[in-house]
Structure formats: C-alpha cells, structure tokens
C-alpha cells in the first residue's frame, strides 16, 4: 500500500494554519477539506492545494432538497477535487441528481468529474444513538448497507462508512465501489469522539480504499512523526 491512500484531514480553523500544516508535511499527497476550513477560506485554500499538485477531498456533506444538491454539486465540480460528499440520506432523487450535475459542473470547466461519495452514517453515531435518537428500526450494519446500496444505484462512486462496516460493504457492493473510512484510530490515539474505529492496517485489510485520518497526525505533538509512523505501520503489513 503506499501512502497515497491516506487523506489527512486539514481540520483547521483558517488559511494560515491550513498552509502551515501542508507545508510541515510536504510528503502528504491526499488532503481532506471539511466545512470548518471551507467556510473560513472558501475556494482559495483549493486553489493552494491544487498548485502543489495535491489531490482533494471537499467533504462537505451536502444534505438538501434533489435541485439544491444539484447546484451545490455542479459549482463544487468546477473547483477540480478528487472527491465530493453528498448525506445518502438526502435521498434517491437528489443523489440522482448530484451526479448529472457533478458532471455538466466539471464539463463546464474542463475538469475531470470527482468521484461522488455517500456518507452512509456519521462515525461519531453510535448504534444506541441510531435506534434511541434517530429512532431508526434497523441494526446499523444494516442500515449503513442499504444507504451505500442506494448509493450505488444511484450512479456515485462511492460511500463513507466507518471501519467497521467496511467488509460488508465491500462484499455487497463490489470491488469498484471505493469506500473511505475515517474513524481510524491507530492503537496509540486516543479515539475521541469516533465510536465505530479500527486501526488503519485493520481498516485496510477490510477492503477501504482510502483512510482519513486527522488528529492522531495533525494534533500530534510532531505531526511529521506521527505521519511516519502510521505510513511504515501501513506498509509493513
């Protein structure tokens, strides 16, 4: 496995912090740009990125009306990114049309599409908070495979599942569909708010293709260490 599929979540607050954690690891190729950063900075810390030849993913979780969804699909497709979030539980007519759009938005400017990705269930949602909170009569494993299924139907690429759904996925949903796992802890991180984790070579031999990780490297004390560490950890298993 090589380091690529690793995306390091660039959860800060502002552009300076942003190109300051890009800069102390130079040899991080895959960012992620979650709403936080994006609010603060719009478009331009994309810009910034896509000049030092990064690859993207705009995890902004659109969740809305199918025309709403579309819009906001088609104007993030011009930016150039690598991989776009939609809530699969926004539902079958707006992932439809989040796809139709992702495609004029990037034809419209001459970029390739990115590959759209459902988030199945937020890692922080536990399977007492889905029954008792969201009041949802499936198991979770159950239910995180009939959003990634709709998903798939619905012509994305992919979905965002936790680390331990990914298996299941994988086998219902076939080699092509790329699943991406936050939520991943390696042993020596505290797990903080994610209640569904497994270490990063777990998540890998379960079927993920990609792990976003955040804070076991950018909060870490030497987050060039920690990078290191999780990389060689990956590439000796």
Not at 30 to 38: I, Q, R
Not at 41 to 48: C, D, W
Not at 92 to 112: C, I, P, S, Y
Request: overall charge neutral; proline content about 5%.
């Amino acid at each position: 496995m090589t380091n690529d599929k690793i995306i390091v979540a660039l959860d800060v607050p502002d552009l300076e912090s942003a190109i300051a954690l890009v800069d102390k690891l130079e040899s991080v190729s895959f960012w992620k740009v979650g709403l936080e950063l994006f609010t603060s900075t719009g478009p331009r810390i994309l810009e910034i990125l896509k000049s030092r030849q990064k690859r993207i993913f705009l995890d902004l979780k659109f969740h809305d009306i199918p025309n709403t969804v579309a819009g906001a699909c088609r104007s993030a497709a011009r930016y150039g990114v690598d991989l776009l979030t939609i809530h699969a539980t926004s539902g079958r007519d707006a992932l439809n049309a989040a796809t139709q759009a992702a495609q004029e938005g990037a034809t419209q400017a001459g970029v390739k599409p990115p590959k759209l990705i459902a988030i199945t269930l937020l890692t922080s949602i536990s399977t007492r908070q889905l029954a008792f909170d969201l009041k949802i009569p499936l198991e979770l494993p159950e239910f995180a495979l009939e959003m990634a299924l709709m998903a798939k139907e619905s012509g994305l690429d992919g979905a965002v599942c936790s680390p331990q759904e990914v298996s299941q996925l994988r086998q219902n949903c076939g080699d092509e569909f790329l699943l991406v796992c936050p939520g991943v802890r390696p042993t020596w991180a505290e797990k903080g708010d994610q209640k569904r984790s497994l270490t990063p070579s777990q998540a890998i031999q379960a079927g993920a293709n990609y792990l976003v990780i955040g804070r076991p490297i950018t909060a870490a004390a030497e987050p060039e260490l920690a990078w290191k560490r999780i990389s060689e950890e990956l590439t000796t298993k």
